[in-house]
T-cell receptor, first 114, second 112 residues
Framework: GENVEQHPSTLSVQEGDSAVIKCTYS??????FPWYKQELGKRPQLIID?????GEKKDQRIAVTLNKTAKHFSLHITETQPEDSAVYFC?????????????FGQGTILTVHP | DGGITQSPKYLFRKEGQNVTLSCEQN?????MYWYRQDPGQGLRLIYY???????QKGDIAEGYSVSREKKESFPLTVTSAQKNPTAFYLC???????????FGPGTRLTVT
């Protein structure tokens, strides 16, 4: 089955710096890659996603890039703010599997220091 | 806030007891999922269901059971056979056409 590895497990940055989180996946048939943000004690919420027919997607300060050849994708957060502090999860969905069935990475704890 | 509810928010049980976690959604979604979250391990899939009266095991189904008698409801029972039941449990749903999963607020289960 699909395996998703996420790095780093913790990331500490100063406010205004950029943050990058990377994930690799094992199944070349994966075709959907979402990123979720989870604040302490809250539910995960989708912040951005990308499909396999696109190499990059941006939404204000957040961007995701996908390298299908290398089977990795990354989350980029620019001009970080303290409210960006949370746990971030990447995930991958394999084409042809039951709809929405995702395999998640282990998570990255991002801390943005004021 | 997503239309998925889980109850209760906190649950305490003694070892050896079965416990059922509730998950309800009013989004008319076909697919529903149960995940377990432990520190440093991300979200691991326990069970999922694509339609009423049908469900499949996920990656860590041992010691858990589910039912899907209604489209809106997907309860999870943590049985006494689950060796380490203390965790944060998240329910999610998906409309079946798109890919985004919507999560419930979670239930934190503590077994002593």
């Amino acid at each position: 089955g699909e395996n998703v590895e996420q790095h780093p497990s913790t990331l500490s940055v100063q406010e205004g710096d950029s943050a990058v989180i990377k994930c690799t996946y094992s199944d070349s048939a994966s075709n959907y890659f979402p990123w979720y943000k989870q604040e302490l004690g809250k539910r995960p919420q989708l912040i951005i996603d990308i499909r396999s027919n696109v190499g990059e997607k941006k939404d204000q300060r957040i961007a995701v890039t996908l390298n299908k050849t290398a089977k990795h994708f990354s989350l980029h957060i620019t001009e970080t703010q303290p409210e960006d502090s949370a746990v971030y999860f990447c995930a991958a969905k394999v084409r042809g599997t039951s709809y929405g069935k995702l395999t998640f990475g282990q998570g990255t704890i991002l801390t943005v220091h004021p | 806030d997503g239309g998925i509810t889980q109850s209760p928010k906190y649950l305490f049980r003694k070892e050896g007891q079965n416990v059922t976690l509730s998950c309800e959604q009013n989004l008319n979604h076909d697919a529903m999922y149960w995940y377990r979250q432990d520190p440093g391990q991300g979200l691991r899939l326990i069970y999922y269901s694509q339609i009423v009266n049908d469900f499949q095991k996920g990656d860590i189904a041992e010691g858990y059971s589910v039912s899907r008698e209604k489209k809106e409801s997907f309860p999870l029972t943590v049985t006494s056979a689950q060796k380490n039941p203390t965790a944060f449990y998240l329910c999610a749903s998906n409309p079946g056409q798109g890919y985004e999963q919507y999560f419930g607020p979670g239930t934190r289960l503590t077994v002593t």
